[in-house]
């Protein structure tokens, strides 16, 4: 499944710092915008994976709700 976030990406001195828009925590930096949007990509993944295995980790599945949620921006 491929889903959309915003990438933020900022030259801070000699190095490019970005974060995702959508999702707090999912912050990196690099020398080079490339090397920061990968180290995103990377940082996004590992962020989506632990909240999953946090989620199945939790309450039994007969005591969690489970709906997808959708909002206009």
Do not use: C, D, H
Request: avoid cysteine; proline fraction near 5%; aromatic fraction near 6%.
């Amino acid at each position: 499944m491929t889903r959309e976030f915003t990438a933020i990406i900022e030259k801070r001195g000699k190095w490019f710092v970005g974060y995702i828009e959508e999702i707090p925590g999912v912050n990196t930096q690099g020398k080079t915008v490339k090397e920061t949007r990968s180290n995103l990509q990377e940082a996004l993944n590992l962020i989506l994976q632990a909240n999953r295995e946090l989620a199945i980790s939790g309450p039994p599945p007969e005591r969690v709700i489970r709906e997808s949620i959708y909002v206009e921006v």
